[in-house]
C-alpha cells in the first residue's frame, strides 16, 4: 500500500490527536479545508487569492478557508463555511470529513500576529458540482499530492518578507507556487502519513 493511498490516509487521520496551541482571549483562529480527490495521483484542490491591499496572503496559493466566526459551531464548520463561501463547493453534501491536521501558527510575510489555523481535511465522493469562485478567489487547480510527496515539483523561490527577501521552499501546481503556510500544511500531512519523511525547509 503506497503512502498516499487513501484508505491509508483516512486510517491515519483517524487515529491522529491533532496538535493544539495554546489560545488567549485575543487569538484569532481560523479553518482550511484540504480537500482530496482521488485517483492515480491523489490531487488536492488550492485557490490562487486575488490580489488585495492589505491582505497578508493576497495573491497567495492556499487552501480554502477563513477566520472562525461567533456562527461556527467549530472549525469544521468553519471550514465547510468558507469553503462554500469562497468556491461554490458543499462539503457536507460532496465530500467525507477524514479528520483534522495539527493546528499552525500564521506567520503572514514576517508580522506577528496571534493566530492559529487548523487544516481540516475531506475527501471528495461526488463530482457532480460546479466550482463558483468569489471574488476572493483568482483561480482554482488541482495539485497532485504524489509528485510533492516525492518532491517531484519541488522548487525554491525568492519572496519579500516585511524589508527583506529570502528564498523558500514550495511546490510548483501549474504556474503557480505552493509556498509558507500552505507548504508547512503539507509537510506536517507528509510527516504524519509517512514517519520517515523528512520535512523539506526543516
Do not use: C
Not at 497578508?56 to 487552501?63: E, R
Not at 463547493?89 to 493566530?115: C, E, S, W
Not at 492559529?116 to 475531506?122: E, G, I, L
Not at 516585511?162 to 503556510?181: C, I, M, N, R
Amino acid at each position: 500500500m503506497t503512502v498516499l493511498h487513501i484508505d491509508r490516509i483516512a486510517e491515519l487521520l483517524d487515529l491522529h490527536e491533532p496538535l493544539e496551541h495554546e489560545v488567549s482571549e485575543t487569538t484569532r483562529e481560523a479553518a482550511v479545508a484540504a480537500i482530496l480527490k482521488p485517483g492515480e495521483h491523489t490531487e488536492a484542490l488550492f485557490i490562487l487569492r486575488a490580489s488585495k491591499d492589505g491582505d497578508p496572503w493576497s495573491g497567495h496559493m492556499a487552501f480554502p478557508g477563513g477566520h472562525k466566526d461567533a456562527t461556527d459551531l467549530s472549525v469544521r464548520h468553519t471550514a465547510e463555511r468558507e469553503t462554500w463561501e469562497e468556491i461554490g463547493l458543499d462539503l457536507t453534501q460532496h465530500a467525507r470529513y477524514l479528520g483534522q491536521l495539527d493546528q499552525v501558527r500564521a506567520n503572514p510575510r514576517g508580522r506577528n500576529i496571534d493566530m492559529v489555523v487548523t487544516p481540516v481535511v475531506y475527501l471528495l465522493e461526488s463530482d457532480d458540482f460546479v466550482l463558483k469562485p468569489n471574488h476572493e478567489v483568482a483561480d482554482v487547480l488541482w495539485g497532485s499530492l504524489n509528485d510533492m510527496y516525492r518532491g517531484h515539483v519541488l522548487d525554491q523561490r525568492h519572496f519579500h518578507v516585511g524589508t527583506d527577501s529570502a528564498s523558500f521552499p514550495g511546490y510548483t501546481v501549474g504556474e503557480q507556487f505552493v509556498w509558507g503556510l500552505t507548504f508547512r500544511m503539507l509537510e506536517d500531512f507528509f510527516s504524519l502519513l509517512d514517519p520517515d519523511y523528512i520535512p523539506r525547509g526543516s
